[in-house]
C-alpha cells in the first residue's frame, strides 16, 4: 500500500528534484548515547492547532515552519557564513524560502500525500535556532525508495553556530527519527554529511545510522532501518 501511494505521488517527488532539494545536508555538532533515540511519553508529544503540526522533546519545540518569523528567522540562519561551509554547497534565499514552502504543514497532509516532506523549525528557549528536514525529497529518490522499491526517508539539520555544541542536534535527532518511524511508517531513514563534519558524523552514528556509501568526493550516507531501531527501543 505504502509502495502504491508513492507512485500516485511520483511527480511530486520528481517535481521536489527539479526544484533541488537534494542540497541539504546534515549540520549537527555534537554527539550523544544512541540509547536515547526513543523519547519516552513526557517528552514525544505530538500536538496539533490548525496550522502547525508540533512536536516536543526534553527542552525543544519543533514546529512546522510556516509562521512568517520563523521563515525569516531560518533564512538568516541558512546564510550564516559557518552553515553554508557545513553545507557543502552555497544556498540562496529564494532556495530557502521555496524548499520550506515544499513542505507539508499538518499530519494528516503529510500522510495523504503518500510522500510526506516536513519542514520543522527548531525552537530552543523561545528562539528559533535551526530546521529539520524528514520525508521525501530528491536524495530519498536516489538512494532509497527507487533503488530499494521501499518506503524511506532523507533527514536534514541546519543549526545556528550559536546553538552548536549544546545537545540541540542529537535531541532533534533522536525525535526525528522516532517521528519517521513511528508516526509517518518508514521503512529507514537516511542522512548524509560532509566527510570533514566528524561533530555530525558522530551524531549519526551514535543516534543509530550506520555508514551506507559515498557517492561524491565530499559526503559520506548513512542509514538506519527499522530493524535496527526497533532493537535501539528496546
Not at 558524523?201 to 555508514?211: R, S, Y
Amino acid at each position: 500500500m505504502k509502495k502504491e501511494l508513492f507512485m500516485k505521488n511520483k511527480i511530486l517527488v520528481l517535481f521536489i528534484l527539479f526544484l533541488g532539494s537534494q542540497g541539504f545536508s546534515s549540520t549537527f555538532s555534537e554527539a550523544e548515547n544512541c540509547k536515547k533515540i526513543v523519547g519516552n511519553s513526557t517528552t514525544s508529544k505530538i500536538s496539533e492547532d490548525k496550522k502547525n503540526l508540533k512536536l516536543q522533546t526534553e527542552r525543544l519545540e519543533l514546529r512546522v515552519a510556516s509562521e512568517p518569523s520563523d521563515i525569516n528567522s531560518l533564512v538568516q540562519i541558512f546564510m550564516h557564513p559557518k552553515v553554508q561551509e557545513m553545507s557543502g554547497s552555497y544556498i540562496s534565499e529564494t532556495r530557502v524560502k521555496r524548499i520550506i514552502s515544499l513542505g507539508h504543514k499538518t499530519l494528516e497532509e503529510a500522510k495523504n500525500s503518500g510522500a510526506p516532506l516536513i519542514n520543522f523549525a527548531i525552537i530552543f528557549e523561545g528562539k528559533v535556532v535551526g530546521m529539520t528536514q524528514i520525508g521525501v525529497n530528491s536524495e530519498t529518490l536516489v538512494l532509497g525508495i527507487a533503488k530499494r522499491g521501499q518506503y524511506w526517508a532523507s533527514m536534514s539539520y541546519h543549526l545556528h553556530p550559536d546553538a552548536w555544541g549544546k545537545g540541540i542536534a542529537s535531541e532533534s535527532s533522536r525525535r526525528m527519527v522516532q517521528f519517521a518511524f513511528d508516526t509517518l511508517g518508514f521503512d529507514g531513514v537516511h542522512g548524509d554529511a560532509i566527510k570533514s563534519n566528524t561533530s555530525s558524523i558522530q551524531v549519526l552514528e551514535k543516534t543509530g545510522f550506520e555508514w551506507f556509501e559515498s557517492l561524491d568526493p565530499t559526503h559520506d550516507h548513512f542509514q538506519i532501518k527499522r530493524s535496527s531501531y526497533q532493537l535501539l527501543a528496546k
